[in-house]
């Protein structure tokens, strides 16, 4: 699969999730959870027991229909293994232009974290492929609306702090995906095995993203009459 594929199969739902330190035997029954619902990209974290078993394992079931990478990656040595496992896409806490290059090399989809206006044009510069807004919660979403303005040519996903409740207003304010933790992966739902509440919330979420991406073009229709 080639790399503008995968971004657009990424962007898609809307949505990575992001599967921090799994139970190893329920892996599959909350990613498929997850898949049933509509997600199209899976971050395993790279601090996961056994995550590049994970990786590789979920790749080859999954094929091309879902996109699997790794997370919480800091450094460039670390996105080699990820990769080597089948990570498609490399998601980063920090910018790291080293890490960022060995994901070009290798065809995979960057994805850093960054803060700051400084920083979303740096990681664009170095390659990066979608900019990681993070934490989302201390930012909100103002600030990805004003960075936006400015900044508009450069894709960017808000993660950390993104709920329900305001997924539908990072989309307006200009976020092409945003990544999800602990608001789509509820842990007591996880512990309970309840799956079924799993893929009910992933659907309520890309609901509320693909909804508020029509209003947007209908605001732009409007707009350009």
Known sequence: M??????????KSGVVAVVRRPPYDKVVRITDALVAGGVTALEITVDSDRAFEMIESLNERYGHEVLVGAGTVLDAE???KAIE?????????????????????HNVISIPGVMTPTEVVKGHRYG????????????????????????????????GGVTLENVAEF???????????????????????????????????????????????????????
């Open 128 to 159: 990066a492929d979608l900019l990681k807004i993070f934490p989302g919660s201390s930012l909100g979403v103002n600030y990805i609306k004003e960075l936006s303005a400015p900044l508009g040519h450069i894709p960017m996903m808000p993660t």
């Open 85 to 105: 496992a089948g990570a498609k896409f490399i998601f980063s806490p920090i910018l790291d232009e080293e890490t960022i290059q060995t994901t070009i090399k």
């Open 171 to 225: 989309i307006r304010a200009g976020a092409v995906a945003v990544g999800l933790g602990s608001s789509l992966l509820d842990k007591k739902a996880m512990e309970e095995e309840r799956y079924d509440d799993i893929t009910k919330r992933a659907e309520q979420f890309i609901q509320a993203i693909h909804q508020a991406r029509e209003q947007g073009e209908i605001n732009r229709e409007n707009y350009k009459v």
């Open 2 to 11: 080639k790399k503008y594929e995968m971004l657009s199969l990424l962007k």
């Open 78 to 80: 670390t996105a080699v």
